[in-house]
């Protein structure tokens, strides 16, 4: 599941002021963020559940499974950041290559970093609930912010990253990751993705699976679809020249991917976000 919506120009970073719903398990290639602020929600890491309660956040690096079990737990307030390497740029590597201390961390003493996290995380839900351009620029200023302090707070030290191998996959499938995050317009093949992460075609294709939990194919499949909605919400574009444009030989093709991936064609997905429909 990749959220970078890198193309039309739309935000590289994703913000919910919500406690989060129930959803399946899944990974993808981003930093995830859960801040509570009141009240409390389970979430599931790596298989295991973890319940936040207000004042604790849960992190959640790039490729870790996670999910939200149902719950009958009352509705609280909460926080959820999503940003990966489309925002972060080169510094994302700081997070591939780091562990955290713990999924879950408590900023309730008066720590200065604890302090200072806090602070941002709320100024963040509380700007984000009011969008404009002045508050976009305060949000990006604080999520740069906020991915520091945890960094600097809540990170072992090198000595036990460096013998952490399964961290060392991850930051090689990276280096394909960002070929799909960039060039999924392109005709990338999986040879060309295997040489940028360092490993054999065949090597490559079992561990990308079980670093990422789908196969190469797949996920330059749903970024292509992904960017191609953005052309579809946002243009009157003829399908088959989105269809070029997101990465596909032909516009059946795509049609094909698209219903698969969202369960619609591309031109209901269109109809249902009020688009006009283009001539071919």
């Not at 740029?89 to 008066?110: A, E, I, N, Q």
């Not at 054999?200 to 749903?222: A, P, Q, Y």
């Not at 909605?229 to 094909?256: D, H, N, W």
């Amino acid at each position: 599941m990749l959220y970078q919506n890198i193309l039309m120009g739309e935000r590289t970073y994703l913000i919910r002021t919500s406690i989060p719903g129930a959803f399946e398990e899944h990974r993808h290639a981003d930093l995830e963020i859960h801040y509570c602020m009141e009240g409390c929600f389970d979430i599931c890491i790596d298989k295991t559940v973890h319940r936040i309660h207000a004042g604790e956040l849960a992190l959640i690096p790039a490729m870790v499974s996670h999910s939200v079990p149902k719950s009958d737990l009352p509705p609280g307030k909460g926080l959820m950041i999503i940003v990966g390497a489309s925002f972060l740029k080169k510094d994302f590597s700081l997070f591939s290559s780091s562990v955290f201390t713990s999924p879950v961390c408590v900023l309730r003493d008066d720590s200065a970093p604890h302090c200072a996290l806090r602070t941002l995380l709320e100024e963040t839900a509380e700007l984000s609930q009011h969008p404009n351009s002045t508050g976009d620029l305060f949000i990006t200023g604080n999520l740069y912010k906020i991915c520091g302090y945890l960094l600097s707070a809540f990170t072992r030290t090198p000595e036990d990253r460096e013998t952490n191998t399964n961290l060392r996959a991850v930051a090689n499938i990276e280096k394909a990751l960002e070929l799909i995050y960039y060039h999924s317009h392109e005709p990338i093949t999986v040879e060309q993705a295997a040489a940028a992460a360092g490993y054999g075609k065949s090597n490559f294709c079992k561990i990308f699976k079980n670093t990422v939990g789908d196969t190469f194919h797949n996920m330059l499949n749903r970024q292509r679809v992904e960017n191609a909605c953005c052309y579809l919400r946002e243009t009157v574009m003829p399908i088959s020249e989105i269809a070029q444009r997101a990465g596909f030989s032909e516009a059946k093709t795509f049609c094909r991917v698209f219903r698969s991936v969202n369960g619609i064609t591309p031109g209901e997905y269109r109809k249902q976000n009020n688009v006009p429909i283009a001539k071919r």
